[in-house]
């Protein structure tokens, strides 16, 4: 029997397909946002050596701590992503950002023109320089003392120190070794007459070993941290070069200075030395 009303119908009909329609959309809408929001969160892998306190070390109940972890802890906050971290040895650090095991390197990591050709590097944040731990014995004054016959140069293994003494010395002989405290404790014993590293670890060297070393802390060459990205990863490094900006202009860098480096801070000061923030 045909309805007395058809325009009944009809009506019925079109409410029937707008209210498909409205669903579609709050469907679309959902899924979009789900999706979003899942990249957002995606988590972010951190990876350090965690033996270079104090911007990369483990606290007493094993936990990852220093200026690189709160670094990566407040990028984390800015970009939404939750921050894990993997402790990996220096050396195997680009290794593991090329085969993606990890996103990101925060590692205290010297941006040069070699590493540039295997990896992608953010905006600067930090500068640095190479500077030379001595025996207290030893007549070393400068760089220019140091490549001659019959000395000993410790260096830790893969570190810019390390680079420039391969690229610059033809007399000294060198002492690759994995880890820092066994380089200054061959200066302290005078089994090396020095070691080549970063100003702030030469420091924090001599003060551990002030009876038997000394610390020459003026620059001889000057370097750039950065944080390592892989190459081809535009939308990440254009993120974390916008937050580097941001944190900088609110005080984040020197805020994690006064925390972790309050005394190196005021002994660079006194001796006319910039410093690294």
Known sequence: M??????????????KIELVKRWTCLLLVIVVTARSLAAEQKELVVG???????FEMLDTSGQPTGISVDLAREMGKALNRPVRFENIPFDGLIPSLKTGKIDVIISSLTMTEDRKKSIDFSDPYLKM??????????????ISDVDK???NVAV????????YAL??????KLLVLNDESTCAIEVSQGKADCFIYDQLSIFQNWKKFQDSTRAILQPF??????MGIRKGNDELRQQINN????????GGFEALGNKYLSENKKAFEQLGIAFYF
């Open 156 to 163: 830790k293994k893969a570190t810019t120190g390390n680079i």
């Open 2 to 15: 045909q309805s007395d009303y058809p325009w009944l119908k009809s009506t019925q009909l079109r409410i």
């Open 48 to 54: 350090m050596e965690m033996s270079y306190p104090p």
């Open 167 to 172: 690229q610059h010395f033809r007399n000294a």
């Open 149 to 151: 016959p019959n000395r």
């Open 221 to 226: 060459q000057q370097e750039e941290w950065a």
């Open 243 to 250: 937050f580097l900006a941001n944190f900088k202009g609110s």
């Open 129 to 142: 320089g190479l500077a030379i731990l001595v025996n207290k014995n030893s007549d070393i004054q400068s």
